[in-house]
Antibody, heavy 115, light 106 residues
Framework: QVQLKESGPGLVQPSETLSLTCTVS????????VSWVRQPSGKGPEWMGR???????AYNSALKSRLSISRDTSKNQVFLKMNSLQTDDTGTYYC?????????WGQGVMVTVSS | DIQMTQSPASLSASLGETVTIQCQAS??????LAWYQQKPGKSPQLLIY???SLHTGVPSRFSGSGSGTQYSLKINSLQSEDVASYFC????????FGGGTKLELK
């Protein structure tokens, strides 16, 4: 069955870089795209960026200058790196499988930006 | 960027009642609209795609409708397990979510 699982640190210092990994199973990263989505507590989700099945990427214009998404197809993993973190980057970060809409989601990882 | 405005922000309803949630796009999204359900502490789950197509395994009491810039999610015969937050999402041009509707039992 399709599964996605996020992993990474729960606490990041302000101005530091966030690094997250999404490990997928039940589908191929060369057949489906994967997006990263974040959600501040009590608010709506925000699309961050997408790793296309062909290796291309797309980013939310509001985050593009700080965000990088890559992948390792041999390990079935998609990576997110975002620099210059601030307190308003605190929230839950999800990876999702993309079929134009987001049909499967990971459980999410809570990230707190604090000193 | 396409903006999605969802209403109401919160809603209280009784068991068995019919509930409707609205979503307005800032421009025509040509039915590129999905609805998600999110229970506390869980990730969002797809309910509806293409404005009115039910995702696999979703109960038939959920339905979606609309076109152009106006869309809605209807829940018939509200059940206790439907208590959750609901989000609309456009995927006509990249992806944008609405602010959400928190549904509680009266």
């Amino acid at each position: 069955q399709v599964q996605l699982k996020e992993s990474g640190p729960g606490l990041v210092q302000p101005s530091e870089t966030l690094s997250l990994t999404c490990t997928v199973s039940g589908f191929s990263l060369t057949s489906y795209s994967v997006s990263w989505v974040r959600q501040p507590s009590g608010k709506g989700p925000e699309w961050m960026g997408r790793m296309w099945y062909d290796g291309d990427t797309a980013y939310n214009s509001a985050l593009k200058s700080r965000l990088s998404i890559s992948r390792d197809t041999s390990k079935n993993q998609v990576f997110l790196k975002m620099n210059s973190l601030q307190t308003d980057d605190t929230g839950t970060y999800y990876c999702t499988r993309v079929d134009t809409y987001f049909d499967y989601w990971g459980q999410g990882v809570m990230v707190t930006v604090s000193s | 960027d396409i903006q999605m405005t969802q209403s109401p922000a919160s809603l209280s309803a009784s068991l068995g009642e019919t509930v409707t949630i609205q979503c307005q796009a800032s421009e025509d999204i040509y039915n590129g609209l999905a609805w998600y359900q999110q229970k506390p502490g869980k990730s969002p789950q797809l309910l509806i795609y293409n404005a009115n197509s039910l995702h696999t395994g979703v109960p038939s009491r959920f339905s979606g409708s609309g076109s152009g810039t106006q869309y809605s999610l209807k829940i018939n015969s509200l059940q206790s397990e439907d208590v959750a937050s609901y989000f609309c999402q456009q995927y006509y041009n990249y992806w944008t979510f609405g602010g959400g509707t928190k549904l509680e039992l009266k």
